[in-house]
């Protein structure tokens, strides 16, 4: 108990202590001096789920020295859309219940800058939770980062996730052992424990959970844990835009589909097959989509990725700024293609990414891998990370 004392007392005081914080600042003129020129919304195009809150980060930079600090608390914004809200601790709210895709600008003001974000709200339902990390181990008094996103299907029958993390409740079956609370979990004393993440969705989804073991050991010097990926990070641009009349291209004037972002949402799996050629956020051809991210390879060996496409697509991995592994950036009708074998390492993270563009008629993207004790599939959302 002896050494326990200064941290309660500590704890004790530490009431006092922001309360005089606070009240040093009453009456007076605000500290922050900080004069900032440049205004970020982040992300600034996003794809959301029906009736979900999620969390947007609006940024201050100061080009001179490239000071950085948020600046949400004391932002102003408005929607073009009354379903679609974003309130001044970042949380941006829909409250749609319908059945089409909605569209909102929403506009930000702080000081005299201003900054806008474009909201796209997807009817689709929350099937699952998933925790980026599972079957964690770590010393008593450790702790590890985690994410909890949510997996919604949409009306297509195509998942996506979205981070949940501000938004889940934590409980643990023993909390002496390890609890968790917003994106950490810590551990306590050796034993182990199961700690669950929690989400109520509007009816007639309910309750959905997600749990984990903590292993709590002394001889357990490094945290580790199993990465579990929500799917790679998936921007919709269009083309087209500035000219229409460039569109659609033929085999010779094949220019840039990624004219316009559109959107960005975390897809779980590359796996779209769109025959209407007008995809599921409603974008009808011509469009652009860059999955990017980074791949978990979960044993040593010999890899090959596989592409399906209509129309063009290009594949890298790991060196993302080199030459691409698969490259038929070509209009054509659903093609696959193959890399070379790749030899890759089990317990690493490599950088993937992939480009693909439909210009007309039909559309397709899937991609696919096989390995080491993996027959030939599409790679599972696990594997795949978006950041
Ligand atoms: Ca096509």
Not at 193 to 213: D, E, Q
């Amino acid at each position: 108990m002896k050494a326990l004392k200064p941290i309660i007392l500590i704890l004790l005081a530490l009431p006092v202590l922001l309360t005089g914080a606070c009240k040093a600042h009453d009456g007076t003129a605000p500290t922050d001096q900080t004069i900032f020129d440049i205004m970020t919304i982040n992300p600034a195009a996003i794809i959301v789920p029906k009736s979900t809150t999620f969390k947007v980060a609006i940024m201050g930079i100061q080009s001179s020295d490239g000071k950085t600090e948020s600046i949400v608390n004391d932002t102003t914004c408005t929607s073009s859309n009354p379903i679609v809200q974003l309130d001044k601790n970042g949380n941006l709210t829909n409250s749609y219940t319908g059945a089409a895709i909605q569209k909102a600008l929403i506009t930000c003001t702080y000081k005299n800058l201003t900054q806008t974000a474009e909201v796209t709200v997807v009817p689709a339902v929350l099937e699952s939770l998933l925790m980026t990390k599972i079957n964690m181990e770590m010393g008593p008094g450790q702790s590890q980062s985690i994410k909890v996103y949510g997996n919604f299907r949409d009306t297509n029958n195509y998942v996506f996730a979205l981070d949940m993390t501000n938004f889940i409740t934590w409980s643990s079956n023993n909390s002496a052992i390890s609890q968790a609370n917003l994106g950490t979990v810590s551990s306590g004393i050796t034993g182990v424990a199961t700690i669950t993440a929690s989400f109520t969705a509007p009816a007639p989804v309910g309750l959905r959970t997600v749990s984990t073991t903590v292993t709590v050991s002394s001889a357990t010097t490094t945290p580790v844990a199993t990465p579990r990926g929500p799917g790679l990070l998936g921007s919709y641009y269009d083309f087209g835009v500035a000219d229409p009349s460039s569109v659609p291209w033929s085999a010779s004037t094949i220019g840039d589909p990624f004219e316009r972002l559109f959107g960005q949402r975390i897809d779980s799996q590359v796996y779209f097959d769109w025959a209407t050629g007008i995809n599921n956020l409603g974008q009808p051809y011509y469009f652009g989509i860059r999955w990017t991210g980074r791949i978990y390879i979960p044993t040593t060996g010999n890899y090959t990725f596989f592409t399906r496409s209509d129309d063009g697509v290009r594949l890298w991995i790991n060196d993302i700024n080199g030459a691409p592994v698969i490259n038929n950036w070509t209009l054509h009708a659903v093609t696959e293609n193959s890399s070379g074998v790749i030899a890759l390492t089990g317990g690493q993270f490599y950088d993937i990414k992939m480009d693909y563009f439909e210009n007309a008629g039909y559309a397709v993207a899937e991609l696919s891998w096989q390995g080491p004790g993996i027959g030939k599939q599409l790679i599972p959302q696990i594997y795949l990370f978006p950041e």
